[in-house]
């Protein structure tokens, strides 16, 4: 049996291991290394790469749309906090903003981030604080009505404090959800990250009480050591609470 530089044997097919390591640099803290040895090795990376998304993420809306399927052609869709855009370029595909698909109703896809966003063919990119004053009236007016998704993959600043950290993307998940209140269509559709860990008991109920139906997903792309998962409530039922 064939044996590489190293000493490792190898079958007689010639197979390698294609692992990329990461050695770790003067100044670059272990985890730093780590994560980025993941990245070089996560197969949704390389996937977003060769499919020309922006992230790994948006095959997290890829795989809820294709089991919920709410981005039809048509939709008016409203993606928070959505830099770098991933999401955003999944959707104008699906809803047809583009107006590809002949035949097939065409959609809006709006994007909306506190900071600038690089354009993307399709979508309508606006620098906006969702929580400031009058936010849901000036998206209603860019979309010249209101939205029939609103869906969100935003996360707060990580402190490095676990609790704190869930406790604070728990907080900005029940905002986006009081936003959706506001902008939705009845029998809309609000798509939201969370975090596992014991906090999210008042968004399931405030969830349960306006949508027919309340789903929550780990999709295959999110990674197994992550605590996150999605919400997704369909059927809004229009009369958001006072």
């Known amino acids: 049996m ?10 007689g097919r010639g197979q390698r291991d294609l692992t990329v390591k990461v050695k770790t640099a003067r ?18 990376v390389k996937r977003a790469q060769a499919e020309g998304y922006r992230g790994r993420a948006a095959f997290k809306i890829l795989e809820l749309d294709e089991k919920y399927r ?11 906090g959505c830099a770098p855009g991933g999401w955003c370029q999944v959707a ?6 583009l107006g590809e698909k002949s035949g ?4 809006r896809v709006l994007g909306i981030d506190l900071q ?3 354009p993307i063919a399709g979508a309508e990119l606006h620098v906006l604080d969702f929580l400031d ?21 935003m996360a707060a600043s990580s402190s490095g404090h676990k609790q704190t950290d869930h406790l604070r993307i728990m907080t900005l998940c029940e905002a986006a959800a009081w936003f959706a209140f506001d902008v939705l269509e009845p029998g809309g559709t609000f798509v939201a990250k969370v975090l596992a860990g014991g906090a999210e008991g008042e968004l399931q109920k405030l969830l ?3 949508f027919t139906k309340v789903a929550n997903v780990k999709p295959p792309s999110s990674r197994s050591d992550s605590s996150e998962k999605f919400v997704v409530a369909t059927g809004f039922r229009g009369t958001p609470p006072e």
């Open 2 to 11: 064939a044996k590489t530089p190293s000493g490792k044997n190898t079958s």
């Open 27 to 44: 100044g670059r803290k272990l985890s730093s290394t780590r994560w980025l040895q993941r990245q070089l090795n996560d197969p949704y």
């Open 70 to 80: 709410f981005l039809v052609p048509g939709a008016r869709v409203v993606d928070l």
């Open 92 to 97: 104008v595909k699906r809803v047809n903003a």
């Open 104 to 107: 097939k109703a065409v959609g």
């Open 116 to 118: 600038e966003v690089e």
């Open 133 to 153: 004053e009058g936010a849901d009236d000036r998206v209603k007016g860019w979309l010249d009505g209101k939205a029939d998704v609103v869906m969100s993959d």
């Open 208 to 210: 349960k009480q306006n």
